[in-house]
């Protein structure tokens, strides 16, 4: 059904709408995060950035508007859910790790049971991720045996090992202590520099401003600013993001 390859697959948000009750959060979004770019999402608390976020996999569903994934649309009746979400990771504040299972368990659970991979083809393909987020030892650990940042990381490799063609994160370092944000952040800048596409919300600024190719400011469900990183941080053009930068930087 999709033709678009791996790394290029791009994300598109057109005219979202998204009430809760009678409450708009998010006002007629218009945003495309291209393939293989990094697109980081910034703005104030409450001011939708993870309900935008959570409506590319459709865990929100929009009011209005529709949400593509490279050619199909997500939010069209009658598409297939639970296969597109497969094509698209997420990867959460808090982790949401299985607490009883081993970090492999953990890697190898969705493989088998969404993707109908054998055992050992899961095995071999959790190593390899745990491996590459620098975890290889550590397999045989549950969660709670492991640093928050561990934690992260085995939530990246878990992410990873269902081949996602998109990578959302959602403040992926904000709950971890100040030590433990680098390795984090190391293993999401190596996965954009593959040419991964991702969509990150964050308030790393320095994250944003060095590895992503477009950050984009949301304030009070409306997006204000989309640019370069460059002319994003050093020529806001609305004086909302001005003054939000002034408070962040
Ligand atoms: P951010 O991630 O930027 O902090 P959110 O997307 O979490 O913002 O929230 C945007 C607004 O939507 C907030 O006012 C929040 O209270 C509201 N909201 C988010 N999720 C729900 C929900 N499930 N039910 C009702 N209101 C919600
Ligand atoms: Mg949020």
Redesign the pocket.
């Known amino acids: 059904m999709t033709t678009m390859t791996r790394a290029g697959t791009t994300v598109r948000f057109e005219h979202i709408d998204k009430s ?1 009750g009678d ?1 708009q ?1 998010l006002h007629d979004i218009v945003l495309a995060a291209p393939g293989g770019a990094t697109t980081c999402v910034v ?1 104030p ?7 935008l976020l959570r409506c590319a996999n459709l865990l929100e569903v929009p009011s209005a508007g529709r949400v593509l994934i490279g050619e199909e649309a997500i939010t069209d009746p009658g598409a297939d859910v639970d296969r597109i979400r497969t094509r698209v990771g997420m990867v959460f504040q808090n982790f949401h790790l299985f607490p009883h299972h081993t970090v492999l368990h953990n890697v190898t659970l969705a493989q088998q049971k969404v993707l109908g991979r054998s055992r050992d083809e899961a095995v071999r393909i959790a190593r390899s991720h745990l491996a590459s987020v620098g975890l290889a030892r550590l397999e045989d650990r549950r969660p709670e045996q492991l640093s928050g940042g561990q934690q992260q990381r085995v939530a990246i490799a878990r992410a990873l090992a269902m081949d996602p063609e998109v990578m959302l994160f959602d403040e992926a370092t904000s709950a971890l202590d100040p030590e433990l944000v680098k390795g984090v952040l190391a293993v999401m800048r190596d996965l954009a520099g593959r040419g991964m596409t991702m969509i990150v919300v964050t308030h790393e600024m320095r994250f944003a401003r060095e590895v992503a190719q477009q950050v984009v400011f ?1 304030d009070q469900g409306r997006l204000l600013e989309s640019a370069h990183p460059t002319e994003f941080f050093d020529s806001p053009r609305t004086d909302r993001l001005r003054s939000f930068l002034k408070q962040v930087l």
């Open positions: 809760f409450h959060v703005g608390s409450g001011s939708g950035k993870s309900t949301l």
